[in-house]
């Protein structure tokens, strides 16, 4: 049996898998993730290593495999576990091992020399006393200079320590490759508070609060660990339980990772955080440099935070000893990877959770089908909070037929209900957001006077217009002549729709001379923090409506909105993609909960083509169940996730030709491997979404089954199967699980 070692887990180079025999005593012994130390180099020295996979076969000639040396007896370190989940990773989502350990491991960037660097003690003072008294045992002066000196101060600057202490690097490197120091460069993230900002605030709980709060500490106290998913509506207070499970688990010395789509990371939230857990919170964001990342991931390492924020890659901290994963705003497709592997933080979240004796709670207004289907089917522990906890009312909802418009004679884009509304609220000095329906525009065809899209009449998701002047189905690949007429109802009016957040602006400018207005989206947001500063210039009141894309239905609270339009509500209806009804439904949904969040109630209008369709009438009605209920229908019917699993298999390559032979090929040996379960289904080839990007053909065979782990094997034999047939290292050829 052979080992795959991978030895150095901290640089940016990390790119090398060695393998190692294993020596007949370790047989059984070794899995993924464990600590071994190997012969390496020339000179045969001693280094640590982490097993990343297990083979019988080996790749290389076999006199010049060296033997594993032996397994070194410690506990296991928080970066054994997170080796082990990158193998997990490998295998469930696809890839290579060494793209799942980057994705999991933090990695340190190259060192700019401009920057001034710190020497920061990873140990704690016994550990490092027993490490100092080594040193001296050894004789290792140089070694044991630096040691008490980090001793003394746990953050050295790195300077004093090469010229005062007269330190060299490769001592400094030793250390740190043992682990008990690391060189952090760049400033620090720290939090603009001072430790006596910390207030503890006394919150009179909502019964259903209490119910959750009570619950989960009881259960985790006890030791039990769930998956617990809080359906709660916007402001029902969600955020406030988290905090309370995260003390529960802080107090038992144990840290919490809190995931939050980065959007909805405002400076509001964050302060609430650090108002309740001081400095011993650290975020993480994009603004960050990779730098001040890896510091980040150092602190909580080294047990200087109990508590992590930021958006999916914050999953990885690698805290020594976590207790709880909180994902907020679980349903939010963000929490997929876009880049391999194509994990989904949910999923990969309950995995560390498991190997680590944690709890995950997830939380939305709106949960995923995924979500809600597992918590329906007893694998999760289900809570409700239908009350705001402040009392304040849900928004009266309208609903208006675009059609119903046209026929009386309004061919703005903006209803007369709508337009009565916005007037009541400039004289009164209220605002108002109008949100364009625009998410995955992808140029599907409608009739403005029935409101009727074309579809595919093997897949039921609507066909998109190519340039060629065909309509074409990106699941099946079937294709159709552009239609000029509707196949309903023969009127002209068909077509793509087209209005853009600038027409609906100018619109607003004409109907309402007086009406400040703002604008955000694709064209006004491309500078750094504009979306920030539009966002802050709205709540200032600086503006009476500001017109934008799904990105203004997120984050910040408004007090002062009190009406809140959708243009084109059904637009993502159409997009080429089984969740469209539910992401439909999850917009709408924000949308409306924007209005009316302070003391004055709000109201909503929808404006649709199609105000019967269920994601519409039951967004309008706010009702959840009775849209959970038609989707999962849908979704059993169509054998689409969560009811049944889905694998995408993209296959892109410069030549055309090839690339066509490929996919046949492809096909075919996936319809031969799966012929023994019935309940595999082959589709496509097809194109996703955009067919050629610079010259590159991408093509998408899609693979539908009950079981999961029937496509993981599918996946396994493709990648096998790619690999001892030549012509296909002239394509690329990624796995997407459960697409979103
Ligand atoms: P969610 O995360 O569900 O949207 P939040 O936790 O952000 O809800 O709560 C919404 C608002 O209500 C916040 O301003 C929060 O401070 C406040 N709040 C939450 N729970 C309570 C409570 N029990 N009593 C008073 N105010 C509360
Ligand atoms: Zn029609
Ligand atoms: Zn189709």
Known sequence: MFADVIVDIQHEKLDKIFQYRIPEEMEGRLEPGMQVLVPFGKGNRQIKGYVTGISEECDYDLSKVKEIAEIPERGVEIEAKLVALAAWMKENYGGTMI?????????????????????????????????????????????????????????????????????????????????????????????????????????????????????????????????????????????????EMIRTVVEQGRQAIVLIPEIALTYQTVMRFYRRFGDRVAIMNSRLSAGERYDQMMRARAGQVDVMIGPRSALFTPFPNLGLIVIDEEHEPTYKSEQTPRYHARETAIRRAQTEDAGVVLGSATPSMEAMYRARRGEYVLFEMKNRSRMQQMAQVYTVDMREELKNGNRLILSRKLMELMAERLAKGEQTMLFLNRRGYSGFISCRECGHVVKCPHCDVSLSVHRDGTMRCHYCGYEQPKVTVCPECGSRYIGE?????????????????????????????????????????????????????????????????????????????????????????????????????????????????????????????????????????????MGYPPVENLLAVFISGEDEALLEKGCRYLKEYILRVSRGSRDVQVIGPAGPGIDKIKDVYRRVIYVKAGRYEILVEIKNRVERYIEINSGFDRMRIQFDFNPM
Do not use: C
């Not at 207005?517 to 709540?539: C, G, N, P, W, Y």
């Open 99 to 243: 793209q799942a350990l980057k994705t999991v491991l933090p990695i340190k960037q190259k060192e700019n020399a401009k920057v001034k660097k710190r020497l920061r003690l990873l140990l704690d003072e016994e550990t490092g006393k027993r490490q100092l008294h080594y040193y001296l045992e050894k004789n290792q002066k140089a070694r044991a200079r630096l040691m008490a000196a980090l001793l003394d101060d746990h953050l050295l600057e790195y300077e004093l320590v090469t010229k005062k202490l007269n330190i060299t690097l490769p001592v400094i490197r030793a250390l740190e490759e043992q682990g008990v120091l690391a060189i952090e460069s760049e400033q620090v993230f720290r939090t603009p508070l001072k430790e006596t900002g910390r207030q503890e605030e006394t919150i009179d709980y909502t019964p259903e609060q209490r119910r959750i709060i009570d619950r989960f500490r009881e259960d985790y106290l006890q030791g039990i660990r769930h998956t617990y998913l809080i359906h709660g509506v916007t402001g029902s207070g969600k955020t406030e339980v988290y905090m």
């Open 497 to 637: 729709f087209r209005a853009g957040t600038q027409q609906i602006e100018d619109l607003v400018h004409q109907a309402f001379p007086q009406a400040r207005v703002l604008r955000m989206d694709m064209d006004t947001t491309r500078q750094k923090d504009a979306h920030e500063k539009i966002l802050s210039a709205f709540a200032n009141e600086e503006a009476d409506v500001l017109v934008g894309t799904q990105m203004i239905v997120k984050g910040h609270d408004f007090p002062n909105v009190t009406l809140v339009g959708v243009l084109a509500a059904d637009m993502s209806l159409y997009t080429a993609d089984y969740r469209s009804g539910e992401r439909t439904f999850q917009l709408l949904t924000q949308a409306a909960g924007r209005a009316g969040r302070g003391e004055k109630p709000g109201e909503a209008v929808i404006q649709t083509y199609d105000p019967s369709h269920y994601a519409i009438e039951t967004a309008a009605a706010q009702d959840y169940e009775a849209f959970y209920g038609e989707e999962i229908r849908y979704r059993e019917l």
